[in-house]
């Protein structure tokens, strides 16, 4: 199985993780309001230069995204894969990307998003905090090399 994970680029890129993101937003713990089209179009011509944006593709066909999200010594990481193509190692192939450009990942995960936890877990992060039903966990530098 090759999953091939690139910069997001085109407007149908774009558009790619919108959709998904909204599918799956009672997964994230930052602002989970719907994206229209409008506002994902201003994110496409004006990325914030703290984010980059990645594609996911599984024999060619988009399969999920990538973003990362610098934040001082750390960069928060999130992953979304299509529920179509789930449990094919997708989501760890991303980490093991981000580990390798980052020396220090961090992700913030609902505490009922069991699947969430153990691919954290698997991959080497740390649980560090918990608040609010959210939880935080990292993956140290020296830990990224084991993931990657
Ligand atoms: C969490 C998510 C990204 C996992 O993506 P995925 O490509 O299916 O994950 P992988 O196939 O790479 O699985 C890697 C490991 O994660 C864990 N995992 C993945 N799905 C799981 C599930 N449904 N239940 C329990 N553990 C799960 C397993 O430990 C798995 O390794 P194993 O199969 O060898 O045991 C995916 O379910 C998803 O997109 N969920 C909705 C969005 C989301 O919650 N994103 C994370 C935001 S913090």
Known sequence: MGVAIREARSALDFEYVRRLRNANRGFL?????????????????????????????????????????????????????????????????MIRFAAARRPHLSAEILSANEASLRLHARAGFERVGAADGRERHVLAAGEASRAA
């Open 29 to 93: 713990t930052g602002d989970a309001r719907r994206i229209g089209l409008l506002r994902q179009l201003r994110f496409w011509l004006r990325r914030p230069p703290s984010i980059d944006l990645y594609v996911a593709e599984l024999d060619g066909r988009r399969c999920g995204y990538l973003l990362l999200r610098r934040d001082g010594d750390t960069t928060w990481i999130t992953e979304v894969v299509d529920a179509r193509h789930r449990g094919r190692g997708v989501a760890q192939a």
